[in-house]
C-alpha cells in the first residue's frame, strides 16, 4: 500500500513541489484573463453546453451523480445522490461500470469550468472537497486495484486531474495543503502506472493508449525522464500494433477507436505544451488516418456509427481537436465552424482563432473504402439532410466487437432507415448477449443460428474469417460483396452482394454455398423515427423524411416477411425498441431483398423476370440464376443475378433482351439498352 498524506497534514510544500506548482500554474493552467475569454467564446458559441456543464456542476455541489457527458464511456440515466458521504465504492445496479466511470472523475472538469464560466468559489471548494475526499478513503493497495485503481481510469484521471485543477488553479481553495495532496496523489498515480502489471495486454488494447497518455502527461509534471520515456515508447507501440493500415482501430468498436484516437491527440496537445516530440512524422500520419476514419466513418447527424460496443456519440468535437491539432483543413469540414465547447477550454483564445482562421477544405462524395477493416460508406453530401449507406465485413475485433459481419446502415434524406442495435450494458445479462449477436444486425443468418456464440460478456466461442470485400462504382451503380466462415462447421458459406441504384433502389442479395440449409434468414433493424405496415409480403416503411417498400424474394418466389419490435440502445444504460423486418425462406440458397425509395404515391413495383440464355436459348433455373425488374422514379431497372460462373452454355444471359457476361449485372431498360452493365465478372 501507498498511502495519500492525511487530509489534515499541515506540512507546506517542499522545494520539489513548490517548483512543480510553479511549472504548473505557468504551463497547464490558464491565466485568469484567458480564463475569462473562454468563458465568454462559450457562453457566446456553445450557450447549450455551457447550461448543461452548469447543471452538472450544481449537482455535485449536492453530490448527485449522473454521468451523461457526451464521451462519458459508460453513461447513466438515474441520478445517485450521497446526503452524507461519498462512497466512491457504489456498485449501482449491480454493475461495476458505476464505480469506473465515476472514479475516473471526468465529472470534475466541470467544476472547473463552472468556476471558469461564473468566478463561484463554491466550485472551486467542491473540487477541492472530493479530491481529498477521495484520496483518504481510496489509496492504492491490491484490494482497490481491480474497483477504484484500475490502470485504464488511473490513466484517464491523472488527465482529468490535471484539466479540472488547471481551471482552478487560482482560486483561494487551493491552499498550499491542497496543492501537497494533489501532488502526492499524482505521485501514486505515477508509480502506479510506471510498474503497470499487465504490459501485454495494454499493448494490444485501448487501455494501453489511454494508460501511457497518463503516465506521460505525468512525466512531465512530476519532472521523472523514466515516465516520459516509457511512455513515449509504449504510445508508439500501440500506434503500430493496434491501428489498421485504412486507420481504424483493431477492435472494431466505433467508440473505442475514438477514445484512443482522442488520447493520442491529448498526447500531441501535452507535447506541444511542454515543447517535446514523441512522434515521427510517419506516426502523426497514422494519428491523422484515425482521424480521417473517424471522419469519412461520420452518419449525416455527425454521430460514429453505433458499430461494436459504440453509443451514439457525435464525433465533430473530436474532429474540431483534431483538425487544430493536425492543421487538417478536410478534418474542419467534417467538424464544427468554430471550436467545439471544450476545445475552447484545452486550446484557450488563441486556439480559437487558429482555428477561425483555418480553411476548411471541400470533402468528397461518393464512395469511401477500407480494406483492412472490411468497411466502406457511400454519401451524397456531408449535410444532416444527405443520404449514407455504411457496409461492414471485417474482422471481430475484441471484446468490444459485435458479430456484425456482413451488416448494412442506411440513411435517406437524413433519416436513419437501417441502423446497428447499440450496447446497453456490460453486465453478463441476456440483453448483453442479444445486442452483440448477429440477429440484433442486419445481416444473413442460417436456421437462426449464431455463427459465433458469445462464450461470455467478452469473448467469443470462435473467430470466423471474413473473405476480401469486393467494392467499386459504376457510375451511378455501386457493387459490394462480402462473405464470411461462420457456418463453415455446417459446411456452409454465406455470401453477401449489394447493388445501390443511387440512393434509389438498394438490393441485399444472400446465398448459402454448400450443404442445402433448412432455413436462410435476413434481419433488417430501423431507426425509431420509422414505421413499418406488411401487405401480404410486401412491407411499406415512412419515416418524418422518406418512405420506401420493401419486397424480397427466394430463387424467384415471395420471401415470407414478419414484423417484430427489437431493443435499441443509443447510450450505454438506455434502451428502446423500434421495427425490425424478418424475411426468410425454407429449403432454398438465396434470399433478395429489395428496398426501394418513394415519394408520395408513386409506383414502386418489384417483379422477377426469368433470365435467358442468348447461347443455349433457354430459360436458366432460378437456383441457377435470378431476374429482376424495378419500377421506380419514372424508369424500369433490370437486374441479373448468376449463381454460378458465366459458361457451360449459360455465358451471355439477360431479361428483356438485354444480355451480358458476369454473375451480377445491370441496366436502365427505360433506355433500351444493348448490353448489361456487368458489376461483377
Not at 501511457?212 to 500506434?239: D, S, T
Not at 464470411?484 to 441485399?508: Q, T
Not at 433482351?657 to 448489361?676: E, W
Request: with cysteine; proline share 3%.
Amino acid at each position: 500500500m501507498i498511502p495519500f498524506c492525511g487530509r489534515r497534514s499541515e506540512m507546506s510544500l517542499n522545494e520539489t513541489q513548490q517548483r512543480q506548482w510553479e511549472r504548473f500554474r505557468e504551463t497547464m493552467a490558464a491565466k485568469e484573463n484567458q480564463i475569462k475569454d473562454c468563458a465568454r467564446l462559450c457562453k457566446t458559441h456553445w450557450p447549450d453546453d455551457c447550461r448543461r456543464i452548469l447543471k452538472a456542476a450544481d449537482e455535485l455541489l449536492d453530490h448527485t451523480f449522473l454521468f451523461q457527458l457526451p464521451w462519458d464511456m459508460e453513461q447513466t440515466r438515474e441520478p445517485v445522490t450521497f446526503p452524507e458521504t461519498i462512497n466512491w465504492r457504489l456498485i449501482f445496479h449491480e454493475d461495476p461500470e458505476f464505480v469506473f466511470q465515476m472514479n475516473r472523475h471526468r465529472y470534475w472538469i466541470c467544476l472547473g469550468q463552472a468556476y471558469g464560466l461564473t468566478g463561484d468559489e463554491r466550485y472551486a471548494d467542491e473540487l477541492v472537497y472530493q479530491m481529498l475526499d477521495w484520496m483518504e478513503k481510496e489509496p492504492w493497495t491490491e484490494e482497490t486495484a481491480a474497483l477504484t485503481w484500475r490502470t485504464l481510469d488511473a490513466g484517464l484521471r491523472a488527465d482529468y486531474w490535471v484539466r479540472a485543477m488547471a481551471l482552478c488553479a487560482h482560486s483561494p481553495a487551493v491552499t498550499e495543503e491542497v496543492v501537497q495532496q494533489f501532488f502526492n496523489g499524482l505521485e501514486v498515480h505515477g508509480k502506479r502506472l510506471f510498474e503497470n502489471p499487465n504490459t501485454g495486454f495494454s499493448k494490444k488494447s485501448n487501455w494501453g493508449v489511454m494508460e501511457y497518455a497518463g503516465l506521460y502527461l505525468l512525466g512531465f509534471i512530476l519532472e521523472n525522464a523514466e515516465y516520459v520515456e516509457k511512455a513515449r515508447r509504449y504510445l508508439k507501440i500501440g500506434l503500430h500494433s493496434q491501428i489498421m493500415d485504412d486507420g481504424m482501430q483493431w477492435e472494431m468498436s466505433s467508440m473505442y477507436h475514438n477514445e484512443v484516437l482522442m488520447a493520442y491527440l491529448e498526447v500531441m496537445r501535452i507535447a506541444h505544451i511542454w515543447n517535446d516530440q514523441p512522434f515521427t512524422q510517419e506516426e502523426i500520419a497514422v494519428i491523422e488516418k484515425m482521424a480521417y476514419l473517424t471522419l469519412a466513418l461520420q452518419t449525416p447527424s455527425g454521430c460514429q456509427p453505433m458499430a461494436g460496443d459504440s453509443d451514439d456519440t457525435d464525433v465533430r468535437d473530436l474532429l474540431s481537436q483534431a483538425a487544430l491539432l493536425l492543421k487538417n483543413g478536410q478534418l474542419k469540414a467534417g467538424a464544427f465552424p468554430h471550436l467545439d465547447y471544450e476545445g475552447i477550454w484545452m486550446f484557450g483564445p488563441e486556439g480559437f482563432e487558429e482555428y477561425r482562421n483555418m480553411e476548411a477544405k471541400e470533402l468528397k462524395t461518393g464512395l469511401e473504402k477500407f480494406f483492412c477493416s472490411g468497411q466502406a460508406v457511400m454519401r451524397t453530401g456531408w449535410g444532416k439532410d444527405s443520404c449514407w449507406l455504411y457496409f461492414v465485413n471485417g474482422p471481430l475485433g475484441g471484446g468490444h466487437g459485435h458479430q456484425d459481419k456482413l451488416h448494412m446502415g442506411l440513411w435517406l434524406d437524413g433519416e436513419e432507415v437501417l441502423t446497428d442495435s447499440g450496447r446497453y450494458t456490460y453486465k453478463d445479462v441476456s440483453k448483453r448477449y442479444l445486442l452483440k449477436s448477429a440477429k440484433a444486425h442486419n445481416v444473413p443468418m442460417l436456421e437462426g443460428i449464431e455463427y459465433a456464440d458469445s462464450k461470455d460478456t467478452w469473448t467469443y466461442e470462435a473467430l470466423p474469417q471474413s473473405a476480401p470485400n469486393q467494392i467499386w462504382k459504376k457510375g451511378e451503380y455501386l457493387f459490394i460483396e462480402g462473405a464470411h466462415e461462420g457456418y463453415m462447421d455446417r459446411k456452409i458459406l454465406v455470401k453477401r452482394r449489394i447493388v445501390a441504384v443511387s440512393f434509389d433502389i438498394f438490393v441485399i442479395s444472400d446465398t448459402f454455398l454448400g450443404a442445402m440449409p433448412e432455413e436462410i434468414i435476413q434481419s433488417f433493424h430501423f431507426g425509431e423515427t420509422i414505421g413499418l405496415s406488411l401487405t401480404g409480403e410486401r412491407a411499406e416503411g415512412k419515416g418524418e423524411k422518406c418512405q420506401f417498400v420493401i419486397k424480397a424474394f427466394s430463387e424467384g418466389k415471395e420471401a415470407s416477411a414478419e414484423l417484430g419490435k427489437s431493443p435499441i440502445s443509443r447510450h450505454y444504460n438506455q434502451l428502446e425498441e423500434r421495427a425490425s423486418l424478418r424475411i426468410a425462406g425454407r429449403n432454398v440458397r438465396t434470399l433478395t431483398s429489395f428496398l426501394v425509395r418513394r415519394q408520395g404515391d408513386e409506383l414502386a413495383d418489384i417483379t422477377p423476370e426469368p433470365v435467358y440464355s442468348a447461347v443455349s436459348k433457354r430459360i436458366v433455373r432460378v437456383q441457377e440464376a435470378e431476374g429482376y425488374v424495378i419500377t421506380a422514379k419514372g424508369r424500369k431497372t433490370g437486374l441479373v443475378f448468376l449463381h454460378q460462373e458465366a459458361g457451360n452454355g449459360t455465358d451471355y444471359n439477360g431479361i428483356q433482351g438485354v444480355y451480358g457476361l458476369g454473375r451480377t449485372m445491370v441496366c436502365d431498360l427505360s433506355q433500351k439498352p444493348d448490353h448489361m452493365t456487368v458489376l461483377q465478372w
